[in-house]
């Protein structure tokens, strides 16, 4: 690499969950030449297994509730029981006297951290129900939840908005911000509805759900002198030093944030917990380690959710199907806390029109604050607008997918660019292929139903959605390669693994690039301190964003080694390639085995430096899907159940399709339970949640998991990044409960418009159908 | 919870001698456990009985019934060849709990006994059942709640088995402390919230249940348990029925689930008789018949502002289980 000159850092704009941010990108003095279509690569694009399977399914992968440092405390906290109000009284003499217990901190004894809105951390102002007053850190876990029992503590109760039952809503009352509203408009809306000959208009809800990770959130911390060492369930290593680093007062230098393992995040362990920072005081005042792990509980009370939102969405369209105005307005409970992103985004941008007016209205309520959660606002957005699309296609008369198929988009429409490749369409065909699908035909034969004496017990139905999703990932993202004398080499990176298989695929990565067996490679992730920085494990941009990086460091490393090689074998380096374990000389016979070199060069270090360089300007770099439902529902009971799930979806090169697949796979199953169980309750007038736990909150069951068929849409992007992948973690989850809520329409007839679709609703549905003498149901 | 005893007992009558206030029997503990790490119950000591011989006996014969241990295991009376053959409303309804993980520990004596599941109760947000003097749930999220025999707890009975056993008229036996036994009907085993608020059965301090008995009458006799459940497994009833053919007199017995306070049990009085013998009668009189007893059926239930849906679906429920005799 040549020496920096000048224009080497640039700002450059980076898209992270549908929102732009601004940030600072070095670019590389040389970056390798795209790996294209028609590249011939080893590893890259195979099936291999996870290379921490084993350890993972042996029991010897250590996740954070794992670790166990000698002298170390466990530490529970109190939290407010109540929705909103006041500490009133807060009494810890007794607690602090109990056996074991070595610390008892209140808001009182802790550095002002700002926290909620501003407000400290442990602040007597309490804002939603499970806020942290006070912790405890002990001997054991049960000393320690014995103390919390004994701290003494008075409220008084404040006035409490929960959800948005007064919906239509102007303001809510008692909030500490002022709602805020978000418009975007092109074209004429107004005037395209009033021309347009086909018009729906409808309202759609959608509950609060929590992402259910099955590792809980929890720190282990040592504050040990001048260092703090974290170990963390986290999707950000890097985010949390820094956060931790402020809130704590001191520099980044001093504190190390380890993730080896992660048992999911989905969103919800993006930031820097209060656990983290509380573990963290304790660990000080007790110079002790201290484990604080949340329980069950405390994770549906304290770490996040999808925002309950409300959605009103009125489409218009020509005889002929094709779009001429989407309104949009969303109105969104984020909870105490919470960023906008917006679910009329995916309004804006899947569909071609140009009359597009989205208006999104947020509120502050008294729950926990909100965070992402998987493709967050698309996963709420796109169940309105699909719905609403197949509602506009059965007013037109015309097929639903054929109808999506005269809509598709031909441009990124906001940004007016090109996407670097528009994979809607295909994936649209390769669904109505699989499924068989073909244009609507009343009293279609195969399409079973069941009768109970003369009625009809139970119908079939089939639905689809589609989905787009930002995924290019970018800068800045490092990687480090370094080659042992063995002939083994390692990849360090500051990026995580929350089970998504990314250490797993990164070695591919670096092995194709060196020509090594996958095995010779090992990859060290989720350590501030051996690692260079990595961005979160968010937005679907670990493998477009730190593969990249790998990529380039490897090939700084390789590069390094074949100058080596040259003076051994007596070739110039640039006829030099490595493969298959071997360094050959291009156009010769002659070659010399990877290890023979690195034996030579004994303890020369060679170590390659790599990082992603910026996106390109000209193009969007978007991933598509399209998913197809098939649905039976029970007349009589109102019970759905889902009989297949069909996924296209577009990922530039899947460079571990078994991997890929078990994204689409995750992302369908937790699609599913939106659509069909997941919400959390909330009393309305006491303002508690009701099943913080996973026997009243409903997950998917295996019995509840139809056949899934996964097709990946793999074409490589050479113009999106030169390893040619996008991303496709959050992707899948979108499109999942528009299509069943599509299928079920398509059984019965009328739209259940609101999730989940609870035997209740559709029961209420069918009711309804049934009075209109509407659809299938009408007819005896 | 300060501290807490354990006490494996060697004989109902030593458990029941040792079931003063304080003490909690404890067999599977799939509601147990919970409800202590809930901070539901606070017992001072748990009496074990899975140990006591006999106490998960399974015994059927096609003269002389069911004869059941309170200790039994939901799978292996959902298993058990004899229960299959002449109960099978009841494996049936063993088989419907839970997830297969719970039913290999839960027992029958602890399903019949299980506190309810309503979200109130169980967030630990004060109501009758917990000691208080309101009922949250009528005020608040009800589409759970009973819409029969409710008032003023409406937390369903969540029991599978209990809604078969009654429909197949079982007894209970009963051991006391002092060692005596009293045997019951299912039917009086349970008691409405207007009876007693703080339990769902009539037993009493110092009792424990030692057996179930399922009389011969019912042996082998057409019957079924259907649940409908939101999820497809691991969920309880939304509402469920059992329902099973007397041999002689043809006329059903009816039991429901996740409709009332307790396991409902029909007035088969009230019930008009099916319109003729089961050979060669008429589907559409035996259509009629199976409509009109779904609706003598839930004559009385009142719904709360979100729980009608029960109504309908229990009608439901009821009529295509009857209806399903037609191809019997």
């Known amino acids: 690499m040549t020496a920096a000159t000048t224009g080497r850092f640039v700002t450059t704009t980076v898209e992270v969950e549908g929102r732009e941010e601004i940030a600072v990108v070095e670019l590389p003095a040389f970056e390798p030449l795209p790996w294209g279509p028609r590249e011939r690569l080893n590893l890259a694009g195979k099936a291999a297994e996870r290379l921490d399977a084993l350890a993972k399914v042996t029991g010897t992968a250590r996740y954070t509730s794992d670790i166990s440092l000698p002298g170390m405390l466990f530490a529970a906290a109190l939290r407010a029981p109540i929705p909103s109000g006041r500490v009133t009284l807060l009494d810890t003499t007794a607690a602090k006297r109990l056996p074991g217990v070595q610390a008892v901190l209140t808001g009182r004894d802790i550095p002002l951290i700002p926290w909620l809105h501003g407000e400290p951390l442990l602040s007597s102002r309490v804002r939603y129900p499970g806020q942290p007053v006070a912790v405890v850190a002990a001997e054991s876990l049960r000393q320690a939840q014995l103390a919390v029992e004994r701290i003494k503590v008075r409220y008084r109760v404040g006035k409490h908005v929960v959800g948005l039952q007064q919906f239509p809503v102007r303001r809510l009352p008692g909030m500490p911000a002022p709602p805020f509203t978000e418009r975007v408009e092109r074209g004429d809306v107004r005037r395209a509805i009033k021309q347009s000959p086909a018009v729906v208009t409808q309202t759609y809800r959608v509950p609060a759900v929590l992402h259910q990770a099955l590792e809980p959130h929890g720190s282990v911390v040592f504050w040990d002198g001048g260092r703090v060492v974290v170990y963390d369930s986290t999707q950000g290593v890097y985010r949390v030093r820094r956060e931790l680093a402020e809130y704590l007062g001191i520099g980044e230098h001093r504190v190390r944030v380890v993730a080896e393992h992660v048992g999911g995040g989905f969103g919800s362990k993006n930031n820097c917990g209060s656990y983290t920072v509380l573990a963290a005081l304790l660990s000080k005042a007790t110079g002790r380690p201290v484990k604080f792990i949340l329980d069950r509980r405390e994770v549906c009370l304290d770490c996040g959710h999808r925002p309950e939102t409300i959605m009103r969405v009125t489409l218009g369209a020509a005889r002929d199907g094709v779009l001429q105005a989407i309104d949009f307005e969303a109105w969104i409970a984020l909870g105490a806390d919470g960023w906008v992103g917006g679910p009329g985004q995916i309004a804006r941008q899947l569909y071609r029109c140009e009359n597009v007016r989205t208006v999104e209205h947020y509120f502050y309520t008294n729950v926990g604050p909100m965070s992402s959660m998987r493709a967050p606002y698309h996963v709420e957005g796109a169940f309105a607008l699909e719905s609403a699309m197949d509602l506009l296609a059965r007013r037109l008369r015309i097929d639903p997918l054929e109808f999506r198929r005269r809509n598709l988009p031909d441009e990124d429409q906001e940004k007016k660019r090109p996407y670097v490749s528009l994979m809607l369409g295909p994936c649209l065909e390769e669904v109505s292929k699989r499924m068989g699908w073909r244009p609507d035909r009343p009293g279609d034969t195969d399409r079973r139903r069941f009768l109970t004496g003369r009625e009809l017990r139970v119908v079939r139905g089939r639905g689809i959605a589609a989905q787009i999703w930002p995924s290019g990932g970018g800068p800045p993202a490092y990687a480090f390669v370094r080659i042992n004398r063995d002939g083994t080499a390692e990849v360090a990176t500051g990026t995580q693994d929350m089970g998504t298989g990314s250490r797993t695929v990164l070695a591919q990565i670096a092995a194709e690039v060196l020509g090594l067996p996958l095995d010779r490679v090992r990859v060290t992730l989720g350590d501030t301190e051996s690692c260079p920085y990595a961005n979160n494990s968010w937005g679907s941009m670990t493998t477009a964003s730190v593969g990249p990086a790998v990529r380039m460091a490897a090939e700084d490393a390789l590069r390094q080694l074949l100058e080596a090689a040259a003076d051994l074998l007596n070739v110039p380096a640039d006829k030099l390639v490595a493969r298959r374990g071997r360094i050959v000389a291009r156009g010769t016979r002659r070659s010399v085995s990877f290890e023979k070199v690195t034996e030579h060069l004994g303890d020369i270090v060679i170590v390659g430096r790599g990082h992603r360089g910026p996106n390109p300007t000209t193009v969007t770099v978007a991933s598509f899907g399209v998913q197809g439902a098939e649905v039976e529902v029970d007349l009589e009971t109102g019970v759905v159940r889902v009989l297949r799930i069909v996924a296209a979806h577009d990922c530039g090169r899947a460079i571990n399709p078994e991997l890929a697949e078990s994204q689409l796979h995750g992302g369908i199953i937790q699609g599913l339970g939106y659509a069909l169980f997941e919400r959390r309750l909330q009393d309305r007038r006491l303002g508690v949640p009701l099943n913080c736990g996973l026997h009243e909150y409903k997950v998917p069951t295996l019995a509840d998991i139809p056949a899934i068929e996964t097709r990946l849409i793999s074409v490589a992007e050479p113009a999106a990044n030169h390893v040619g992948v996008k991303g496709l973690g959050e992707p899948p989850i979108i499109p999942t409960a528009p299509a069943i809520a599509n299928a079920v329409f398509d059984a019965i007839g009328v739209q259940v418009t609101e999730l989940p679709l609870t035997a209740a609703r559709v029961l209420a549905a069918i009711k309804k159908a049934r009075r209109r003498k509407k659809g299938v149901l009408g007819v005896r | ?328």
Request: charged share 25%; net charge positive.
């Open chain 2, 1 to 328: 919870m300060d501290s807490l005893g354990f006490h494996r007992a060697s004989s109902f009558e030593e458990a029941a001698g040792l079931l003063h206030s304080g003490a909690a029997v404890l067999a599977g503990g799939t509601d147990l456990v919970p409800l202590l790490k809930d901070g539901l119950v606070k017992p001072s000591l748990l009496v074990f009985i899975g140990d006591i011989p006999g106490a998960a006996s399974i015994s059927v014969t096609r003269r002389g019934g069911a004869r059941i241990g309170a200790a039994a295991k939901l799978t292996d009376i959902a298993n058990n060849p004899g229960v299959r053959r002449l109960f099978p409303a009841l494996a049936e309804a063993c088989r419907s709990v839970g997830t297969l993980q719970i039913r290999n520990v839960a027992t029958l004596g602890g399903n019949l006994c299980q506190r309810p599941r309503c979200w109130y109760y169980r967030s630990g947000i004060a109501c009758f059942k917990s000691g208080g003097e309101s009922c949250p749930a009528r005020d608040g999220l009800d589409e759970a709640l009973a819409i029969l025999g409710g008032g003023p707890c409406w937390a369903v009975h969540p029991s599978d088995p209990a809604v078969a056993l009654l429909a197949l008229d079982a007894k209970i036996t009963i051991r006391r402390a002092d060692g005596s036994v009293r045997e019951t009907s299912l039917a009086d085993f349970y008691c409405l919230p207007s009876d007693r608020l703080d339990r769902e059965t009539r037993l009493d301090a110092g009792e424990i249940v030692e057996r179930i008995t399922v009389p011969a009458r019912y042996a082998g006799s057409p019957q079924r348990y259907a649940k409908v459940t939101q999820r497809a497994a691991w969920d309880f009833a939304l509402v469920s029925a059992a329902v099973v053919w007397e041999k002689r007199r043809f006329r059903p017995r009816i039991a429901l689930g996740g409709v009332a306070p307790r396991p409902w049990l029909l007035d088969t009085a009230r019930l008009s008789d099916p319109p003729v013998s089961r050979r060669g009668r008429d589907p559409t009189a035996w259509e009629l018949w199976a409509i009109r007893t779904a609706e003598q059926a839930l004559r009385g239930s009142r719904a709360l502002s979100s729980n009608g849906y029960k109504i309908e679906l229990a009608k439901n429920l009821i009529r295509r289980t009857l209806l399903e005799w037609r191809r019997v």
